[in-house]
């Protein structure tokens, strides 16, 4: 099998402060925590940014850049900046500041969904800040916007005019095929990377046959061009990425999707969770790419190439 790549969502837009002390919030945070997830074994950093005063979930080129920079100079991790944010954004704001930071990599929601995380809510007794609960339980009325206009327009200013390359995040068949369809298109070129998205509420669900069954289908429809990843939401993270190793995979783990180390043990640290899942690979035979050995696998453009 081919050397797989990890990739690790630092702090994502989903989790709120009061669901764990060990959630990264400042840039300072964000920067260590992605520096000890890079030297425990990621090649790949998926990135958002927060409010550092009260850990809401920012667009702000300010806050992104607040820990960009240091990331770069310390490690060669690929960095790989969220055009998806969060369903509350706008699509001017969620691309201020990947077209800011002009990165070897983004992300790419393929299509428009419910994303529903309203019963995380429930588990909450305490609160630190005020947005959070409203937060939270008014995703019952929300919808992730991402029209095949959204795609187009993100495609040509991330990939034609700035060189990015993409996390294509399927969660569910149809975003298979509608990946397809920019690829008839010419608006997409491999290799692709294709990031199957299990257990959110509003996406597929996290079975097993859900997975062989994407697979089956990428296979069909983009044959040799593209490599694909597994992410899984909570207490699904590690089965179905040891799953995903197994059939020639690749693997995302982080406090974004999941908060949890084991069954009702938080992670302290997102490098945590690298290191499981480092360990499980490597005890089934497969081989951790280095960022540059990433980089070569993705045909990325380079860290030189950044505005970072």
């Known amino acids: 099998m081919s050397k797989i790549i990890i990739t690790c969502a630092i702090t994502g837009s989903i989790h709120t402060p009061s669901m764990s002390p060990y959630l990264p919030v400042t840039a300072e945070e964000i920067t260590e925590s992605s520096i000890d997830a890079v030297?425990?074994?990621?090649?790949?950093l998926h990135l958002h940014?927060?409010?550092?005063?009260?850990?809401r979930p920012s667009a702000d080129p300010?806050?992104?850049?607040?820990?960009l920079p240091q990331i770069k100079q310390r490690c060669d991790a690929v960095l790989n900046i969220t055009t998806g944010g969060s369903a509350t954004m706008t699509m001017d704001q969620r691309l201020a500041a990947p077209k800011r930071a002009a990165p070897e990599m983004c992300s790419l929601n393929m299509g428009s969904m419910n994303?529903?995380?309203?019963?995380?809510?429930?588990?909450?007794?305490?609160?630190?800040?005020?947005?959070?609960?409203?937060?939270l339980e008014g995703s019952d009325d929300l919808v992730f916007k991402n029209t095949p206009r959204d795609m187009a327009n993100i495609l040509q200013e991330m990939g034609d005019k700035r060189g990015a390359r993409f996390e294509f995040e399927c969660y569910d068949l149809s975003h298979l095929y509608m990946l397809k369809h920019f690829v008839d298109r010419g608006l997409v070129r491999g290799p692709l990377f294709i990031q199957f998205v299990f257990g959110v509420l509003?996406?597929?669900?996290?079975?097993?046959?859900?997975?062989?069954?994407m697979k089956l289908i990428a296979d069909k429809l983009f044959g040799d061009t593209y490599a694909f990843s597994v992410l899984a939401a909570g207490r699904h993270q590690?089965?179905?990425i040891t799953m995903s190793a197994i059939l020639g995979?690749?693997?995302?783990?982080?406090?974004?999707d999941s908060l949890m180390i084991s069954r009702g043990t938080l992670a302290r640290s997102n490098a945590e969770q690298v290191r499981k899942i480092r360990r499980i690979v490597e005890d089934l035979g497969?081989?951790?790419?280095?960022?540059?050995?990433?980089?070569?696998?993705l045909h990325l453009k380079g860290a030189d190439r950044t505005e970072i």
């Open 49 to 55: 940014a927060r409010d550092p005063a009260d850990g």
């Open 115 to 135: 994303f529903a995380i309203y019963p995380a809510a429930a588990r909450i007794t305490e609160w630190k800040y005020d947005w959070e609960k409203p937060f």
């Open 202 to 213: 509003g996406g597929m669900g996290p079975d097993p046959e859900n997975l062989t069954h």
């Open 39 to 44: 030297e425990a074994g990621a090649a790949i």
């Open 62 to 67: 300010a806050h992104f850049m607040a820990f």
């Open 286 to 297: 497969r081989t951790v790419a280095t960022p540059d050995e990433a980089r070569q696998m």
């Open 238 to 240: 590690m089965p179905l």
């Open 249 to 256: 995979g690749h693997v995302r783990v982080g406090l974004e």
